[in-house]
T-cell receptor, first 108, second 114 residues
Framework: KNEVEQSPQNLTAQEGEFITINCSYS?????LHWLQQHPGGGIVSLFM???GKKKHGRLIATINIQEKHSSLHITASHPRDSAVYIC??????????FGTGTSLTVIP | ETGVTQTPRHLVMGMTNKKSLKCEQH?????MYWYKQSAKKPLELMFV???????ENNSVPSRFSPECPNSSHLFLHLHTLQPEDSALYLC?????????????FGPGTRLTVL
């Protein structure tokens, strides 16, 4: 069993829809990261959270440390948001666990 | 453009070859990472260099060996690889030793082992 579970694995949405991707983890963490990976492989760090909520443009990330759960929300989705979104948790030091990713396709 | 570059972007090699992957960053970061991404699997942390101190994932085979000559450059030396080593190899850098720093990823090297 993976220490980090994401849902859904695949998601197709119409342009403009509100999207939620979920991440649950089973270990104690110091921080949680949301990453975006476009076709071709390049990864961009979207958020790093240790508590509460962060917002950047149309993206919002929340984390509930007690419930070991985080969500990534995309408002007014656009085809350029199509990518794989990866949840990663960091334990103390250099230990990371990664989810398998959520593949998002936004249709015009 | 994250400020982290990797070369080559694509590599095809036979099982008897020796090759090296290179990662470079000029962001002033002190920590650099090698990750492996196989199809349908989570990213796997292979090696970390943090202020020149190496940490490795014990499950990584010895046919992979890292080298970090300075804080801006990181290599992954490959020898006698197996077809199951075919994957995307990603390098990342981070500003320091703390637990609350963002990682910056390179574009990756797509490796195919024949």
């Amino acid at each position: 069993k993976n220490e980090v579970e994401q849902s859904p694995q695949n998601l197709t949405a119409q342009e403009g829809e509100f999207i939620t991707i979920n991440c649950s983890y089973s270990v104690g963490i110091s921080a949680l990261h949301w990453l975006q990976q476009h076709p071709g492989g390049g990864i961009v760090s979207l958020f790093m959270l240790s508590s509460g909520k962060k917002k950047h443009g149309r993206l919002i990330a929340t984390i509930n440390i007690q419930e070991k759960h985080s969500s990534l929300h995309i408002t007014a989705s656009h085809p350029r948001d199509s990518a794989v979104y990866i949840c990663a948790v960091r334990m103390s030091g250099n230990q990371f666990y990664f989810g398998t990713g959520t593949s998002l396709t936004v249709i015009p | 453009e994250t400020g982290v570059t990797q070369t080559p972007r694509h590599l095809v090699m036979g099982m008897t070859n020796k090759k090296s992957l290179k990662c470079e960053q000029h962001l002033g970061h002190n920590a650099m990472y090698w990750y492996k991404q196989s199809a349908k699997k989570p990213l796997e942390l292979m090696f970390v260099y943090n202020f020149k101190e190496q940490t490795e994932n014990n499950s990584v085979p010895s046919r992979f060996s890292p080298e970090c000559p300075n804080s801006s450059h990181l290599f992954l030396h490959l020898h006698t690889l197996q077809p199951e080593d075919s994957a995307l190899y990603l390098c990342a850098s981070e500003s320091g030793a703390g637990s609350y720093n963002e990682q910056f990823f390179g574009p990756g090297t797509r490796l195919t082992v024949l």
